[in-house]
């Protein structure tokens, strides 16, 4: 809550989903005048309850608030509403935190500007009920500026991080953080499967997959300078040593009848670049294979 007295940025909201929600009830928490609307209004009512103000119209909602935070189902719902008649965007502060690629993102900023907006965009690395807490992550991307100048306001969402002047880069590090995520747990699932068949569950495998995880985390800070630097010496292992491991993993998983795709996409990625020549240097090497499209 506002503790000190200080005045508080208002703040509409627009789009009233799950996220939406979680957001708006965020701000009010912290103590920030909140205006709110949705195309069905009833999804505003625990919120009213609250104390926030359900605007008449989009038009409406954007006057109302210093800053105007947009969370839709996709850009082209963005685009409908806010360029619809009676929206007047001439001076407003827009942070869009719907879901979309870099691409739609670095459209909208051009959109917004045409319309007199300033325009961040964002990501949110979090679920809804971690909203308003230390543990949700949102990036911003966009003029420095106008992050800083509203960097306070935002912070009642989370913790507040900002990439850069490039609208793109909070959706690129979101899909970014996507790839880590879902890989994680696709290789915890595939373990789990392969355990399965000795007959350990997976909540025994999963303190022993943890600290694995957590020792390859580790690694990241001295791969990433061999990537940035292009020159990937092989330290601990070379590639063509982890490629034979690749294909004992293959086989194993054929042997006990577990799903072989991912080792066998992982280890077609390996053997390219090792008839690239890249056999002797170290695992990130890779980075090349993934830099391609389409597996060229």
């Not at 306070?152 to 507040?160: D, E, I, Y």
């Not at 696709?186 to 495998?205: E, K, M, P, S, Y």
């Not at 293959?250 to 066998?264: C, D, M, R, T």
Request: charge should be negative.
């Amino acid at each position: 809550m506002n503790k000190d007295n200080a005045p508080r940025t208002p703040v509409s909201v627009i789009g009233l989903g799950l996220m939406g929600q979680a957001l708006a009830a965020a701000f009010l928490r912290a103590g920030h005048p909140t205006t709110v609307w949705n195309r069905t209004a009833s999804k505003a009512d625990p919120l009213v309850a609250e104390g926030a103000r359900l605007a008449p119209s989009v038009g409406d909602a954007v006057a109302a608030g210093s800053l105007t935070v947009v969370c839709l189902t996709d850009y082209a719902a963005v685009r409908d509403l806010l360029g619809a008649d009676g929206v007047d965007l001439d001076g407003a502060m827009l942070v869009n935190l719907t879901s979309g690629d870099s691409a739609q993102a670095r459209e909208a900023a051009r959109w917004a500007g045409q319309r007199g907006a300033r325009y961040l965009d964002g990501a949110i690395m979090a679920v809804p009920p971690a909203i308003g807490t230390a543990e949700a992550m949102i990036l911003h991307s966009g003029a420095q500026a106008d992050f800083q100048e509203y960097e306070s306001a935002l912070g009642a969402l989370g913790t507040v991080t900002y990439l850069g002047a490039d609208h793109g880069l909070a959706s690129l590090y979101d899909v970014a953080g996507l790839a880590m995520m879902w890989s994680v747990l696709n290789a915890w699932l595939q373990g789990t499967a392969l355990l399965r068949t000795a007959g350990v569950d997976a909540g025994t495998f999963a303190p022993f997959a943890r600290q694995i995880a957590a020792g390859v985390a580790e690694w990241l800070p001295g791969y990433a300078e061999q990537i940035d630097s292009g020159s990937f010496p092989a330290e601990v292992s070379a590639l063509e040593t982890d490629a034979r491991a690749m294909a004992h993993l293959v086989e194993e998983s054929e042997a006990v009848g577990v799903n072989a795709e991912l080792p066998k996409l992982i280890k077609a990625m390996a053997d390219r670049a090792i008839a690239a020549g890249h056999g002797k240097e170290q695992y990130p090497v890779l980075i090349e294979e993934f830099g391609k499209p389409g597996g060229e």
